[in-house]
């Protein structure tokens, strides 16, 4: 995916870090996709076991059919749905500054951005076995901008970046104070 066409990055501007949440996180979702699959096919099984005579007649067929198309689409979208905002929910931080693209459904984006040198406040935090574990949880970033908090969902390595964006905001602190107004 190219970003050119989402932000205009300045000549001077490097990528540091592009963030999406770690794919640790979207494994519940893919379990949860497996189960209701299962359920679905198990369902049919049960039902031709216990009401043979749903699949004998046409009208019983034919509505079996059209039940479990629903159902298997309707999976399916709800599992696209999650999967455009895992995967389009991204957080680009340069020397210069953070944007935050939030994908809010499937028709609907926030593109949001801070400069570096307004950084009030940077937290990270990481909550539970998994989080720890598998070393991902969330940055929070302070500012006294219109957007008071940024905040990074279940990125890899929270407390790295969080330095990472301390010292950023420092030198572009140190850059802007020696640039004239």
């Known amino acids: 995916m190219r970003y050119n066409n989402i932000i205009k990055q300045k000549q001077y501007e490097k990528i540091i870090y592009l963030l999406r949440r770690d794919t640790v996180t ?29 699949f004998i007649n046409n009208n019983g067929f034919a509505i079996m059919i059209l039940l479990g198309g629903v159902y298997a689409l309707s999976i399916w979208l709800f ?4 999967f455009v905002n895992y995967f389009l929910d991204i957080w680009i931080v340069t ?29 990270s935090e990481a909550n539970g076995l998994f989080a720890t574990m598998f070393d991902f949880g969330n ?7 219109e957007k008071e908090r940024f905040t990074f969902f279940n ?27």
């Open 26 to 54: 979207f494994v519940p979702r893919v379990v949860l996709l497996l189960v209701l699959a299962g359920v679905g096919y198990g369902l049919y099984f049960l039902l031709k076991i216990l009401f043979p005579t749903l």
């Open 79 to 82: 599992f696209y749905t999650a």
């Open 139 to 145: 940055v929070y970033i302070q500012t006294a901008g």
């Open 155 to 181: 990125v890899p390595e929270p407390h790295k970046i969080r330095e990472a964006i301390i010292q950023l905001a420092d030198e572009d602190r140190k850059f802007h104070g020696s640039q004239p107004n």
């Open 95 to 123: 020397n210069d500054r953070i944007i935050d693209i939030r994908q809010q459904g499937l028709f609907a984006r926030t593109v949001a951005e801070l400069d570096l040198f307004r950084v009030q406040d940077v937290t």
